[in-house]
């Protein structure tokens, strides 16, 4: 069963990313936050951009 509600944690794409940050060396995180947001901002990507969004909230979170 899946997670699914309205806090920027409580989906499993969401979930997902938060348990992946936890795992990741420290010196990484940053870059995987950046990364996510990046994707999101960035006016020129495709449609995919929309599948990261729930990792965008969380990483901003």
Known sequence: MG?????PFDNDDAADFAATLDDA?????IE???SVLERVADPASDDSRLS???RAVAAAA
């Open 25 to 29: 060396p420290a010196h990484v995180r």
């Open 52 to 54: 990261d969004a729930p």
């Open 3 to 7: 997670t699914w509600d309205a806090g």
């Open 32 to 34: 995987m936050i950046g």
